[in-house]
């Protein structure tokens, strides 16, 4: 079963906390890939870490789990999750940006 076949929600997460320097973007990567999301992740100047995902909305609720518990290094100190500026397409399968 394809998850995108029924997609209907692109979201933007912002992640804030100890994100950078800890392999977050490649957690990210790995995580999205197993629950078949489309979008990106890439580091910001501001020290989080951004992701816009597009997939069913209970799967992109799952991908934020994920973040909220990031890699073992990471300390996850909240996951902000909005919509998306434009409704461009996402690339897939999901990738790092940098």
């Known amino acids: 079963m394809d998850p995108l076949a029924g997609a209907s929600v692109q979201r933007r997460l912002v992640v804030v906390g100890r994100v950078q320097g800890v392999g977050f973007r490649w957690f990210a990567r ?12 890439r580091n910001m100047p501001d020290g989080t ?12 609720e799952r991908f934020a789990a994920e973040l909220r518990a990031g890699p073992p ?26």
């Not at 790995?30 to 992740?41: F, N, T």
């Not at 870490?49 to 992109?60: F, K």
Request: aromatic share 4%.
């Open 30 to 41: 790995q995580a999205a890939h197993g629950l078949g999301l489309a979008g990106w992740v």
């Open 49 to 60: 870490v951004v992701c816009e995902v597009a997939g069913p909305p209970d799967v992109v």
């Open 73 to 98: 290094a990471a300390q996850v100190l909240e996951v902000r999750v909005g919509r998306r500026a434009d409704d461009a397409p996402l690339p897939a399968p999901f990738s790092v940006v940098r």
